[in-house]
């Protein structure tokens, strides 16, 4: 008895201690001034740069222009004398507010600022319209590779018999890349279009300008990077091994479909890791955060991540994350009411709730087992799983139970209308950026390529920008030479990491990426047409494609107000180079001598290190 009384005192002391704690644990959820909080970039920020009052020095090396390229200058004028605008996309869903062009950009810009060039009306006369209503005028569908020729032989004969002709462009161009030297001026004007009469409407622009206020008022530079993983550039290229489970067999969908479509005419199944040898596909956001790592971009280094979609999902830039906490996009920067805003109004789409079939009545189970035959019989199966409304969206919804993709539904439509939006607002951020690192370009397709995009208007705007064009075929020896160890890699790897993107960087990458670009993309490599050189810097060597036309070296010198304004801003630039060299200096002077001594200890004791490893 005395036993049993000890443990009943007991369990009534191990009840009470429970209670207790269980009250302080309530007092304390109640009464406490801390709150889980969800994670956030802004945030993430706020900690990583807070109370910026002075602006921050930057470091020349990871951020400074390139002094090889500051010569070059935009000057796309003509240098001697020398179409209706149609909903042509189709793009359906967007708001009704808007006309196709009018969705992304501004109309009336557009007309004035080709007015000297080109007469531009906003329709056709009425007859007219009830020709093309009748199709009684012809129709061309010309492609990008179009020489001069057709347009002089097949269209204007057309056009001056029918008065009017209508071009369906369909491959993101309609002309070839090069032309001759004699049609200069026509390649001058093509960048005038694309860099001056095409501007986003004001509504974008203004947030775009925004977006980029909210990334300096840290007071600290810039990266924007460019993924460049789209499920048609990856099924082109036959990338599908890259990635796993059904993204794979997404990707081989898109390619057998490109196949039959005569868009790819090499085999289906492709070994995709010697497409990545040999650089067709895009780089890894692991691969690009361990390049900048390499570089030197510290840990809180800013990084906007540009384009609509990234293909795989955010489990392929967890690793970059990891490397840069403060990787942000244009959910970071902007509110839903902003980005809501520049959609417009919309009209309600009609419901696609996903609809479970009837459930079957007694009578029709009691039937059902009676044809089940002799017995014994096995179980029935278990009630079928709840199926959610977005389990049916996009590629979930067919994937798994039919191998024909279906029509793009009224949603599918409207979310593409809407990638356009947050693509536009991405390419502003990313010509303003401090530095822009693609992860894919020049895929050779010929369709159109944002990172080829803005790397060509970076390189009219400002030249000298630092603006990385890195060799995917080098970058993939590199990484293969150090697969194994790639988060602790060696010395003389991260010496070969950063001699050449210091080299893309500069007149050697550029070379190299014309050769690539220029055939396909005039806009990805606008040089020389569109440029003028300043004649007071160093001359450069001409270069000169396989036809043996010249395609850099060869710019007009430019015009005499342009040089004296950009002689100050080189003396101004020679001056903060000079602050940043001394700032170095008085640095190292500031450590001392053993700062140097322990460093170098550091590297020849450490095999990480060693160059010779």
Known sequence: MVFKSKIKWVALLVLTLSLGSMVAHLSMTKFSSMNLIQYSAKDALSHDF???????????????????????????????????????????????????????????????????????????????????????????????????????????????????????????????????PSMSEFQRLRCRVAFHALQFRSEIQTLGRQMVERLRAWGQPFLSYHPGLVRDTLAYHGCAELFQDVHTELIQYRRAQMIRQGIVSDELNVDSHLQRENGSCPLMPEEVGLLLRAMGYPSKTIIYLAGSQTFGGQRLLIPLRAMFANLVDRTSLCSKTELSDLVGPETPLPSDIFQLPRPKSESEIKEEWSRAGPRPRPLPPPPERRIYPHEKEGWYGWITETDKEPNPSPRDLRMQAHRLLWDALDYIISVEADAFFPGFNNDGSGWPDFSGLVMGQRLYERASSRTYRPDRKTIAALFDITRGNMYHPKHDWTLSVKEHLNKSLSEEGLIRQLLLSKPNSFLSHPLPECSCRISSLELTKQTEGKDGRVLYGDEHECPIWMQSAEAVGVRNDDVESAEDDNDVVEQQERNGPDFTTSLTSTIDHDEEWDPNG
């Open 50 to 180: 807070p109370n910026i009052v002075s602006p921050v020095i930057r470091n020349k090396r990871l951020w400074g222009t390139v002094r090889s390229l500051e010569s070059l200058q935009p000057y796309a004028n003509p240098r001697n004398s020398y179409p209706e605008i149609q909903e042509s996309t189709r793009s359906k869903q967007i708001s009704y507010k808007f006309k196709t062009f009018s969705y992304l950009y501004d109309e009336e810009q557009f007309i004035a600022s080709l007015k000297n060039d080109v007469n531009i009306v906003k329709s056709l006369p009425e007859h007219l319209k009830a020709a093309r209503r009748s199709n009684e005028f012809p129709i061309f569908k010309p492609k990008n590779s179009a020489s001069p020729n057709f347009y002089i032989k097949e269209i204007l004969p057309n056009l001056k018999k029918a008065k009017v002709v209508g071009l369906i462009i369909t491959e993101g161009g309609c002309l070839q890349s090069i032309l001759p």
